[in-house]
């Protein structure tokens, strides 16, 4: 079984990976984005998992601070309320009436000052309406008379004799309002459903002049008030919020599950929202405060299923997320990966249907990516090639065609100088030397174009034009006016053959004036910033503005013109100026119809020193 699973496991890469590399790149892009975002997603989920557990612990610090603030605030105003009545002596006056002599005594003798003329007279119930009415959330308060019986305030028109036995209090009356810390004693619900479960903070009634003892008082509190300072937050609290003493004795509970049972209060000392605690053998997290002023504990304590449970619902999505970026992800890059698939394929099948009898193919061009620069790189070839071809196939021609015109001139060039030279001779012995000096000076010219060599010293190229605008001298005698200025350190500077000449048999053709005797011509030699510059200049005709134009426009044209077309020789001088020494160098023409010419040829000046 396992030998058939490799075997078709490795034919289906050979047949689907192993020669496809777009399917090698698929597959190795589907792994490592399916790796990615599953470690993504997964340090995502761990990130807002500790992200929830931070805001959840900070909620519950926040309830646990708020709480332990409002207990503070009771025991100020306990601490307020007993200051407040041991410094009004015209409460403990009233008042110790009924602490010392008892109910009836009391009755009459608060009768007996009302029915009496004493306009200040004040019930000293009434001094105590204002702390019932001061937001305290104050039930009841108690004193302990020196007769044994017990009185209950709780408004100003509210006084009873009660004993705590049979309402379900019991309230060890033990003097605590002289320590810093004041004691708290948790008073749960009666079954009968009497009172809600309250809280009592223990102090004494002194005279403050002779600190006689006049009462044991307790002020209740109710327990169920400990929810307003977290109203705010209330709905986002998770978990159990209670109130206990050191002792475990459950003073608030937010669930109402432990009251009258004592909590297990071992486990929870010094605990944060990050320690894991059992309580009753179930674990749990806790959040626990002792600072306060009344010693009690205060806890918020949340089970581990209630903290996952909006990180379940983070985790669904985090995973249904995932799941739909791997899935788009991979139909996208398979899509793209068969587009350039495609566009490889048109490249493949342009190359292997290119031969020698079809040159003409080209690969479609669409988008500007790498596999556009190879297709328009690869026509860029074929049009070289043809190119190629095409100029090899002429070039083939031309040498044929000039073979057979070298085949039809050869001629020997001794013949034709002994010929001349023979008919200088008889112009010279029938007394015709002037034609006899034009002979010399056209078989001196004669045999200098003959000579092979490319490049001329400057001298030799002077020389022959200095030649020819003499032989064309004889022809028109005092109408052509010819002067040189080159300057010595350019002389035996090596110049191309033939490069001089054309321009000045160029003014001789098309600029020089038969019907004036003011014609002249002036060649100029010169170095200017380290370039050798040779200008002709003339008095002719010029050239016409559109004319000049498109003459200038010739010469930046680098193409091979037909023998007949006119400014050949401009044309010729300039590419073989450019391509023996660089497009940098050339000629230039300047010229003014009806003034002149100025034709400057520019070319590298070499140093010999």
Not at 131 to 140: A, D, H, L
Request: one cysteine or more; charged letters at 25%; aromatic letters at 10%.
């Amino acid at each position: 079984m396992m030998r058939k699973f490799k075997k078709r496991l490795t034919e289906g890469y050979q047949k689907y990976f192993a020669q496809k590399m777009f399917n090698k790149i698929l597959m190795i892009y589907s792994l490592i984005v399916i790796l990615t975002l599953v470690a993504l997603s997964f340090f995502i989920y761990q990130y807002f998992s500790q992200y929830m557990m931070n805001k959840e612990a900070a909620r519950e610090r926040e309830a646990v601070s708020n709480v332990s603030a409002y207990i503070d605030q009771r025991i100020d105003a306990s601490r307020m309320i007993v200051q407040s009545l041991n410094s009004n002596d015209y409460f403990l006056q009233n008042f110790s009436i009924l602490l010392k002599k008892g109910y009836s005594e009391y009755l009459n003798y608060t009768l007996n000052q009302f029915l009496s003329a004493d306009s200040s007279f004040t019930n000293s119930l009434k001094e105590l309406s204002t702390f019932f009415n001061s937001g305290f959330n104050i039930e009841s308060i108690i004193f302990s008379g020196q007769n044994g019986e017990f009185y209950r305030v709780k408004d100003q028109f509210s006084l009873e004799i009660i004993s705590p036995e049979e309402t379900g209090y019991k309230i060890p009356f033990q003097g605590g309002g002289g320590s810093d810390q004041s004691q708290i004693y948790p008073i749960p619900a009666d079954k009968n459903g009497t009172h809600e479960p309250l809280y009592a903070v223990a102090a004494e009634l002194k005279n403050p002049k002779t600190l006689e003892l006049l009462s044991n008082m307790m002020i209740l509190f109710r327990s169920n008030a400990m929810i307003e300072p977290n109203a705010r937050i209330q709905d986002e609290l998770k978990g159990n919020l209670l109130v206990t003493t050191r002792e475990g004795d459950v003073i608030y509970d937010s669930s109402s599950t432990w009251y009258g049972r004592k909590f297990p209060v071992t486990n929870l000392m010094d605990k944060d929202l990050s320690d894991r605690v059992l309580v009753s053998g179930q674990d749990l997290y806790a959040t626990v405060s002792m600072n306060n002023k009344a010693g009690v504990m205060v806890a918020q304590v949340v089970s581990p299923e209630e903290l996952s449970t909006d990180t379940k619902g983070v985790k669904r999505w985090i995973t249904f997320l995932t799941l739909v970026f791997i899935l788009a992800s991979v139909i996208l890059t398979s899509t793209l990966i068969q587009r350039f698939s495609k566009r490889t394929k048109v490249i493949v099948r342009a190359m292997e249907n290119l031969d020698i009898s079809q040159r003409n193919v080209r690969i479609p061009l669409t988008e500007g990516d790498e596999l556009y620069q190879i297709a328009t790189n690869f026509n860029k070839l074929i049009e070289r090639v043809n190119h190629h071809i095409e100029k090899e196939y002429i070039s083939e021609i031309k040498q044929k065609n000039a073979e057979i015109v070298a085949m039809q001139m050869k001629i020997n060039p001794h013949f034709l100088y002994n010929t001349l030279e023979a008919i200088r001779m008889n112009a010279v012995a029938q007394g015709a030397p002037e034609v006899g000096h034009m002979i010399y000076l056209l078989a001196t010219l004669f045999r200098t174009s003959m000579k092979s060599a490319m490049v001329v010293k400057v001298t030799d190229e002077i020389e022959r034009c200095r030649l020819y605008l003499e032989l064309f001298q004889f022809r028109y005698p005092d109408r052509l006016k010819v002067q040189f200025d080159i300057a010595s350190e350019i002389e035996q500077q090596e110049i191309l053959k033939l490069s001089v000449q054309p321009i000045v048999e160029n003014y001789v053709l098309h600029g020089f004036r038969t019907d004036r005797r003011d014609n002249w011509i002036h060649v100029i030699g010169a170095i200017d910033s380290g370039v050798m510059v040779i200008e002709v200049k003339d008095n002719g005709k010029g050239i016409p503005e559109s004319k000049l134009i498109k003459l200038r426009e010739l010469l930046k044209a680098r193409i091979e013109l037909e023998a007949e077309t006119e400014s050949i020789g401009l044309h010729n001088v300039n590419m073989r100026l450019q391509m023996l020494y660089g497009e940098a160098y050339g000629i230039g023409i300047e010229s003014t119809s009806g003034t002149g010419t100025a034709i400057t040829m520019k070319i590298p000046y070499i140093n010999k020193e």
